[in-house]
């Protein structure tokens, strides 16, 4: 038991060490945007500090730059359930309608139109794609993420 108790503590110190702790700033600014925000665990990301936590029970990552400026929100929501009938018969009715959903986030920004980001896969095949949609349903950009890491920082949008 001694032996299982030590190697807690290590791992725990050893998660603790790694742990990214954003500057003051951006502490502030992120505690103004989500007050209700619990238990956000930070990182860095291309330069910009994250923050993922739950709230409301979505999933949101959150980016500033170190000048403590919200760049995006993201919103995972998981299923096209959670999206706005005219997203949702867009997307039922294009090209990528037969292929698998494999992960639904919305995309929110300071100055641009939030994005609904759909991810899609084929059965027993490596081809994924994230399909851009605006709010009004127009498709505004597809990108192959088959072999890469897809994660939907602010580097995707500028």
């Not at 706005?84 to 294009?94: K, Q, R």
């Not at 009004?136 to 890491?149: A, D, E, F, I, P």
């Amino acid at each position: 038991m001694k032996r299982i108790s030590f190697l807690a503590v290590i791992w725990l110190l050893s998660v603790s060490a790694f742990a990214i702790l954003p500057p003051g700033n951006v502490q502030t600014t992120f505690k103004k945007m989500y007050p209700k925000a619990n238990g956000a665990a930070w990182s860095q990301d291309d330069g910009y500090y994250c923050a993922n936590f739950v709230m409301n029970g979505f999933t949101k990552s959150v980016w500033f730059n170190a000048q403590a400026q919200w760049q995006m929100t993201q919103t995972d929501l998981v299923s096209l359930d959670r999206v706005t009938p005219t997203v949702y018969n867009a997307f039922v009715s294009g090209p990528y309608a037969s292929w698998v959903v494999d992960d639904v986030t919305m995309v929110e920004f300071p100055k641009w139109q939030a994005i609904i980001v759909i991810k899609v896969g084929q059965d027993n095949v490596d081809i994924k794609y994230q399909l851009f949609y605006s709010p009004q349903g127009r498709l505004l950009k597809t990108r192959n993420v088959s072999y890469m890491y897809d994660i939907l920082g602010p580097g995707t949008f500028l």
